[in-house]
Structure formats: C-alpha cells, structure tokens
C-alpha cells in the first residue's frame, strides 16, 4: 500500500524557513514524479511545485519560485521542500503527493495527510 | 499556466439528485485531467483522470466527460457519502493547476 508521511511544519516567524520532508512507502519511489501542493485555511488547493523522477528536473508556482526548492534523496525514499523568506500568505496545509508517471505533468494518485505550516509573528 | 475554471462553487442537492459540475480551461488540451473529492480535514481523492477514466474502487455513480476547453464531473445519484468539495485539475502542462472548487452542499 501506498503512503506518504510529510513532517516538518510548524510556527515559523515571516522571513524564516522550513524544510519539510516526505517519507514514501509502498512503491518504487525513483520510477514516480513527486509533488506537493498546498491548501490555506478555508481555501481551495494550490499546486506548489514539482520534480522529475527522470531527471530531477524542478517545475514551481510563480508564487514560490525563487524562495522555495524541491529535491529527492531516491535512497531515502524522501522528497523535500526547503521554504526560505516565508510570508504569511504561504500558511497552508502542505501535501505531498505522488503521480502516476515518471513527470509531474502526471495525474496525481496518492496523497499524504498533509503538515501544517503557519507563518505568523 | 492554464487557468481552470470551475462552476458552480456551491452546489445545493439532495440525495438521489443528478449533479453535473463543469471545469473550463483558458487553453486547450485534450483529456489530460483529473477529478479530486476531498471532505474536511482529510486529503484529496482521485476520482477521475485522463478526463472520463474511473479511478480503481470509485463507485460507477461518478462520470467523466469533456476534452479540450470544457469538462464535467457527473454524479448520477448522490449519495450522502458524497457531500464534499470537488475539484478538477489540468495535467498537460508540467505547472498542473487546480479549479477553485465546488463545493456539495446538502438542500
């Protein structure tokens, strides 16, 4: 069975950073694009970013480009998301997901449950 | 980035209600596209992808259609399973984008 277990939200200060990471179960993580896409407080989701199983090539949102990077250890079967200069407009649910193909221009087809992160003073 | 618009974004039906909701692209492709269920609290579904393809285990009451421009979730008979927020999101292009949502109310 599939499973993605995100970790490494939290409270973090406008202008700080985060890592967070998502470890991957359940299938042969080097063979699949991974990706994460975010959900603010009452809103609607929003794709964020995501990389390559083929190449680790990196796509991003114009929303986060720039402050935030995508990458993959396939030996650790783990994606992260390094979010540096946050703003409070980046507080959200944060989900890795999993695609069908080896790019992220892939139907998504497994989720996590999602970590928290919330920027405020 | 493709810009997906979807309507309504609140749905009032009762059980047993025939529900369509629509999903419009700013440019077109053809079916590459997915259908996500997600009820508070807990992490999207996939429904529906390339369009009109049932994903494994969802129940034959949801449909797909469209390509190009304009897609529609059906929902032949709702269910009280299926109040939720549904959203639709174009995978053609490597920068995948969501619709807003619709959310399915009860009447």
Redesign the interface.
């Known amino acids: 069975e599939v499973h993605l277990l995100e970790s490494g939200g939290g409270l973090v200060q406008p202008g700080g950073s985060l890592r967070l990471s998502c470890a991957a179960s359940g299938f042969t993580f080097s063979s699949y694009a991974m990706?994460w896409?975010r959900q603010a407080p009452g809103k609607?989701?929003?794709?964020v970013s995501?990389i390559s199983s083929a190449d680790n090539?990196t796509?991003?949102?114009?929303s986060v480009r720039g402050r935030f990077t995508i990458s993959r250890d396939n030996s650790k079967n783990t994606v992260y998301l390094q979010m540096n200069s946050l703003r409070v407009e980046d507080a959200a649910v944060y989900?890795c997901a999993k695609n069908?193909g080896i790019?992220?221009?892939?139907?998504?087809?497994?989720?996590?449950?999602?970590t928290l992160v919330t920027v405020s003073s | 980035?493709i810009q997906m618009t979807q309507s309504p974004s609140t749905l009032s039906a009762s059980v047993g209600d025939r529900v369509t909701i629509t999903c419009r692209a700013s440019q077109s492709f053809s079916t590459?596209l997915?259908w996500?269920q997600?009820k508070p609290g807990?992490?999207?579904?996939?429904l529906i992808?390339?369009a009109s393809t049932l994903?494994t285990g969802v129940p034959s009451r949801f449909s797909g259609s469209g390509s190009g421009t304009e897609f529609t979730l059906t929902i032949s008979s709702l269910q009280p399973d299926d109040f939720a927020?549904y959203?639709c999101?174009q995978?053609?292009?490597?920068?995948?984008?969501?619709?807003?949502?619709t959310k399915v109310e009860i009447k």
Request: glycine share 12%; with cysteine.
């Open positions: 990706t896409v609607g989701l929003e794709w995501g090539s796509y991003y949102a114009d989900y069908e790019r992220p221009s892939s139907r998504i087809d497994c989720w996590g449950q999602g | 980035d590459w997915a996500y997600q807990n992490a999207p579904r996939l992808y390339d994903e927020t959203y999101q995978y053609n292009t490597y920068r995948a984008t969501f619709g807003q949502g």
